[in-house]
């Protein structure tokens, strides 16, 4: 039996400890953060982050052998093993500002564990973190000031996805350790592999050494967000060329060496994880020299940015080059579905420039509005919140769908064309909804990378 500790109770920290306590009942887990709000919330029935069939999970683990609290330097003082799992945001200050990442956190909890540490321990970054991150983190936890305990640091990168996080973390396509080549380095990687081979083949987890399993992660969601730019680059193309983006993915993605997942076209990619790592792998290949490298990764986030841009002025482009005043109804605020995440959400950053239109927005979602009203800050005042996308559509003069929520697929849309001003439009941000059908109702409808279905006797390109 093991104590296993987790610093960072967030939307990684939370089901990845999860699903190692249903697996692992001879293993003691707690799960430890300095935001008390959010320990009362995992601990109630209310649970901070909504994730299918999370609820399920801790119901049947929690108090058992899953424990949430803010005891942290007690529960360091009696772990094994620390899952470290804290925010590595974008650092917005000082040097690397906007690219590099902000380790302060991760600093912080490292000297924690060297503060309370007894006995030695095996620290496991879980946390996404920048090449050699370890290197610092054995530096500080090794240092003199330890009372001569020995820490193994070792990487366990995350690559689940929001939404189906414990569909992931119960399936992985991979588990990946990382280790130091030394006997006790490979001694930790061994206790983390026998962690996960409680319920995941063994030809699944791999061992590689550590700077292999921290640029991994980088590298892998680097891959993903690119396949995204690329097919979004593609849509553009396609609506100038009355080319069907989804036609053409289909096409590609048929080829097996590209394979057919991860190329829907879409208003662009948000979440916690892809601008913030490729801007973070951008900024190691700068402090390496390697410019080239830097600009190549830095244009596919210039081209979500594009995309995103590119969303909002075909719509005020296609509602006659003005939107002020007009009430314009956003469907999704998650920035994706099944998740009530809404960091970097690209349904946030369509508001944001509708509003500097001047246009009078009303979000609805079935589970991201408290979100989406912190995350918009100071602009959230001049925004509707308005749970009933029903509600919402009334008399607006547009609908822009941002998040791909299935609740949005079987509403009654002529009804909502009733109840809105005329000409109504759609925009279709993810490809979600039948076209041909909301056209047929008297919408008019413009989806990305597809030309756009309306009414006019003329419809200009959009630009
Ligand atoms: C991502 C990685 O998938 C995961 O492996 C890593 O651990 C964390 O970062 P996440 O950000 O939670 O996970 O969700 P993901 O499913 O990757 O979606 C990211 C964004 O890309 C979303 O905004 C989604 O809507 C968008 N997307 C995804 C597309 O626009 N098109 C696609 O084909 C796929
Ligand atoms: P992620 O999506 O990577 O899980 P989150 O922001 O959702 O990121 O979660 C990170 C969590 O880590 C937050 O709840 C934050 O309060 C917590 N945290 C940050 N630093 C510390 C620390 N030193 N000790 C305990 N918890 C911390």
């Avoid at 009942?25 to 299918?52: G, K």
């Avoid at 553009?236 to 590209?258: F, K, P, S």
């Avoid at 979602?365 to 996308?389: C, H, I, K, S, W």
């Amino acid at each position: 039996m093991a104590n296993i500790l987790c610093i960072g109770a967030g939307h990684v920290g939370g089901p990845t400890m999860a699903v190692i306590a249903k697996n692992c009942p001879q293993h003691r887990v707690v799960v430890v953060d300095v935001d008390a709000a959010r320990v009362a919330a995992w601990q109630s029935d209310r649970l901070p982050i909504y994730e299918p069939g999370l609820d399920e999970i801790i119901h049947c683990t929690r108090g058992k052998n899953l424990f949430f609290s803010t005891e942290i330097n007690r529960h360091i003082a009696e772990a094994d093993i620390i899952f470290v799992s804290v925010n590595t945001p974008t650092k917005s200050f000082g040097q690397g500002a906007g690219k590099a990442a902000d380790l302060q956190y991760w600093e912080l909890a490292a000297r924690q564990i060297l503060e309370n540490a007894t006995t030695p321990k095996i620290v496991v970054e879980k946390s996404t973190v920048p090449v050699r991150t370890a290197e610092a983190m054995e530096c500080i936890l090794n240092s003199e000031s330890g009372n001569g305990l020995h820490f193994d640091v070792v990487s366990n990168p995350e690559f689940m996805a929001e939404g189906t996080a414990i569909r992931d973390l119960e399936e992985p396509d991979r588990v990946l350790i990382g280790g130091p080549e030394t006997p006790s380095g490979q001694k930790a990687v061994q206790a983390i592999v026998d962690i996960h081979a409680r319920w995941v083949p063994r030809e699944r987890i791999i061992t590689t050494n550590l700077w292999s399993g921290e640029l991994s992660k980088l590298a892998a969601n680097a891959f993903l967000a690119q396949r995204i730019s690329s097919i979004n680059a593609i849509s553009a193309l396609c609506e100038r060329t009355e080319a069907d983006v989804n036609e053409v993915a289909h096409a590609v993605g048929l080829d097996g060496r590209i394979g057919p997942r991860f190329l829907r076209a879409s208003v662009g990619f948000g979440g916690s994880c892809f601008k913030k790592d490729i801007l973070n792998l951008v900024y190691l290949c700068e402090y390496y020299g390697l410019y080239e490298v830097a600009t190549y990764w830095e244009q596919v986030v210039a081209m979500n940015e594009y995309q995103q841009q590119r969303f909002v002025s075909n719509m005020v482009y296609a509602m006659f080059n003005t939107v002020a005043h007009k009430r314009i109804a956003l469907f999704g605020a998650a920035f994706k579905a099944n998740t009530s995440d809404t960091r970097e959400s690209p349904a946030l950053v369509v508001c944001r420039a509708l509003l500097d239109e001047r246009a009078d927005v009303v979000i609805t979602d079935p589970y991201a509005l408290e979100n989406a009203r912190f995350d918009l800050g100071e602009m959230a005042g001049q925004v509707t919140f308005e749970p009933d996308p029903y509600a919402a559509a009334r008399d607006a003069h547009a609908i822009a769908i941002l998040t791909e929520w299935s609740h949005f697929v079987d509403l009654d849309y002529a009804a909502i064309y009733e109840s809105m001003v005329k000409p109504a439009f759609i925009f279709d941000g993810r490809n979600l909804l039948d076209r041909a059908r909301l056209h047929e109702i008297g919408f008019n409808v413009y989806a990305i990378g597809k030309p756009p279905l309306t009414h006019f006797a003329t419809t200009a390109p959009i630009r």
